[in-house]
């Protein structure tokens, strides 16, 4: 059974500061992963979406990165801004077309 | 604007009345899924309808029930014998009927609290 796993927990950084978000999954017979954003008591906004053929996708100041060999996903955010303050969610598409998400990071972004 | 429609965002119930929650959609979505969210934790899968009149159960189904009667509503039943239903709840939908290639877009969620 598909596991993921979002370390850390919550992180906090002050504004302008680069960061990296991880994600590892344990089954690496996926078909896509997801990052995807909650604001508190919202639902999710997708953020990227990376094909398992892709090495990479690019919005902005996101970068996200998969490395599906060694189960694993980055989502780099560049000159974070308090308006980035939120839960970043991953989840994978994997075997029986379902998706498995990860618990989440809880960024807060000092000004 | 197209979107996914909620309601109502809080609820509140006594323990042991079924509640139904709304999830109306109008992107023209084949797709629906119910997900449950607790504190500190992954979303977990509920049910799923890839096509109207059909719907399958996910990880979590036990004390849910749901309907598709229409393309663009997905309504869940939180039944009595759901043993711990409070929780935030999200509705998704895709535009095909699978998840391999269509990111989900989600609604803004309904808190169940029961007493």
């Known amino acids: 059974k598909q596991e993921v796993t979002q370390i850390p927990a919550a992180l906090s950084v002050p504004e302008g500061e680069n960061l990296v978000l991880n994600c590892s999954f344990t089954?690496?017979?996926?078909?896509?992963l997801q990052w995807f954003r909650q604001d508190p008591g919202k639902g999710l906004t997708s953020l990227l979406l990376i094909q398992s053929s892709q090495r990479e996708q690019t919005s902005g100041r996101l970068n996200a990165s998969l490395d599906k060999s060694s189960g694993r996903s980055t989502l780099y955010i560049a000159a974070s801004q308090p308006g980035d303050s939120a839960t970043y969610l991953c989840?994978?598409?994997?075997?029986?077309?379902?998706?498995?998400f990860g618990g989440g990071t809880r960024l807060m972004v000092k000004p | 604007d197209g979107g996914i429609t909620q309601s109502p965002k809080y609820l509140f119930r006594k323990e042991g009345q079924n509640v139904t929650l709304s999830c109306e959609q109008n992107l023209n979505h084949d797709a629906m899924y119910w997900y449950r969210q607790d504190p500190g934790q992954g979303l977990r899968l509920i049910y799923y309808?890839?096509?109207?009149?059909?719907?399958q159960k996910g990880d979590i189904a036990e004390g849910y029930s749901v309907s598709r009667e229409k393309k663009e509503s997905f309504p869940l039943t939180v039944t009595s014998a759901q043993k711990n239903p409070t929780a935030f709840y999200l509705c998704a939908s895709s535009m095909g009927k699978q998840v391999l290639n269509s990111p989900l877009h989600f609604g803004n969620g309904t808190r169940l609290t029961v007493t």
């Open positions: 309808s890839q096509i109207v009149n059909d719907f």
């Open positions: 089954d690496s017979a996926i078909y896509n």
């Open positions: 989840a994978v598409v994997s075997a029986g077309n379902m998706l498995t």
